[in-house]
């Protein structure tokens, strides 16, 4: 499986961007999906993971009833749509494949200014 981001960049605080992701499998994508996110001098956190069926959704904390995960599973990708972002939001974002062994894309910036 490979999977490649695309998406983020900048924002002033309160506004939106999405960042999606892509996978190249030649498979079903049974398996868990979701983005994690690291900033400087932070350790990697989970964001938001969908299940393989896509109906069990865990979400941080701090991004509940701001940030939406979504996947489709005809194009083989996940989105997260994130809303009234804040400055502590900002991080490069990892899109996550829970594969045997683990899959993980590139990373993509996303900013928010205050």
């Known amino acids: 499986v490979q999977l490649v981001e695309s998406g983020g960049g900048l924002v002033q605080a309160g506004g939106s961007l999405n960042v999606s992701c892509v996978a190249f499998d030649d498979g079903s994508m049974v398996y868990d999906m979701g983005w994690y996110r690291q900033s400087p001098g932070k350790g990697r956190e989970a964001v938001a993971i969908?299940?393989?069926?896509?109906?069990?959704?865990i979400y941080l904390d701090s991004v509940k009833g701001r940030f939406t995960i979504s996947r489709d599973f005809t194009k083989k990708t996940v989105h997260l749509q994130m809303n009234s972002l804040k400055p502590e939001d900002t991080a490069t974002y990892y899109c996550y494949a829970d594969t045997s062994p683990s899959t993980w894309g590139q990373g993509i910036q996303v900013t928010v200014s205050a």
């Open positions: 969908s299940g393989w069926d896509g109906e069990r959704i």
